[in-house]
C-alpha cells in the first residue's frame, strides 16, 4: 500500500514540474495545461494551447525537442505528443494571465489590458473574476491593482471546486510584473438562489 501511495506521489510530482517546464517555456503560445496518461506502448503527453503552432514548430523541430527534454530531464518512457488547441481559452486563467503579460510586454496600459481581460471572462460565461496586477505600475514604489467582477471564492469547497488560478511574471523596464489571474468558473454552487414565480411554484406542486 504504501508503495502504490508513492507511486502516485511521484507521478503527481512529475506532472507539476513537466507543466512548470512548459509554462516557463511556452507562455508566449498561450500554454493553458498538460494531460500524461500512462498507455502499454509509452506515456501520451496532451499538452493545450491556445497558439499549437508555436509549440510544434517549423516542421516539428520544437516537439522533437520537448520530446527529448521529456524523456532524458523527467525521465518519461517513450513520450507521443500531442498539441491540442485550448477550449474556452477565456475561462483559463492561465492563458488570461499570460495574455495580460504579453499586452503588458508590448506597452499596453496595465488597467486597459487588465478590463479587456476581465470583460473578455465574464463574456465567456465566467461567475467570477479577479485580476491583481503588481509591480512599479506608475511610480518607483511597487504597488498593486486589483479589478473584479462577479463572484470570487478565496476559501471553502467552492474555491477548491470552481476556481482556477494562476500567475505570471513579465520583465519590464520598471522592473518585474506579476499578474494574477482568479476565474470562478460556470457551475452551481452552494450559495445558488433561484427565485421562483408563484404561478411556476402552483404548477409544480400541483404535478
Known amino acids: 500500500m504504501v508503495n502504490i501511495k508513492r507511486y502516485f506521489i511521484e507521478q ?4 507539476v514540474a513537466v507543466d512548470e517546464y512548459l509554462a516557463s517555456k511556452f507562455w508566449r503560445a498561450g500554454y493553458a495545461g498538460v494531460d500524461i496518461i500512462r498507455t502499454p506502448l ?7 494551447a491556445l497558439r499549437p503552432g508555436l509549440i510544434i514548430g517549423r516542421k516539428g523541430q520544437t516537439l522533437k525537442t520537448i520530446q527529448t527534454v521529456l524523456e532524458k530531464l523527467f525521465g518519461i518512457e ?19 494571465a499570460f495574455n495580460i503579460a504579453m499586452a503588458l510586454e508590448r506597452g499596453v496600459h496595465f ?6 481581460a476581465l470583460r473578455r471572462v465574464m463574456a465567456a ?25 462577479g463572484k470570487v471564492y ?3 469547497e467552492q474555491s477548491l471546486k470552481l476556481i ?4 505570471a511574471h513579465v520583465l519590464l523596464k520598471p522592473g518585474i510584473f506579476g499578474v494574477e489571474v482568479l476565474i470562478t468558473k460556470p457551475g452551481l454552487t452552494s450559495d445558488h438562489v433561484e427565485i421562483v414565480s408563484p404561478a411556476t411554484e402552483v404548477k409544480e406542486q400541483k404535478t
Open 42 to 48: 509509452g506515456t501520451r503527453v496532451i499538452i493545450y
Open 111 to 116: 488597467r486597459r489590458a487588465g478590463f479587456i
Open 12 to 15: 503527481g510530482i512529475k506532472k
Open 154 to 156: 478565496k476559501s471553502g
Open 164 to 167: 482556477d488560478r494562476a500567475v
Open 78 to 96: 517513450n513520450p507521443q505528443i500531442t498539441v491540442v488547441e485550448a477550449e474556452n481559452p477565456d475561462l483559463n486563467a492561465r492563458v488570461v
Open 125 to 149: 460565461g465566467a461567475l467570477g473574476c479577479e485580476i491583481v496586477i503588481s509591480g512599479k505600475l506608475v511610480a518607483e514604489r511597487a504597488r498593486y491593482e486589483k479589478l473584479k467582477a
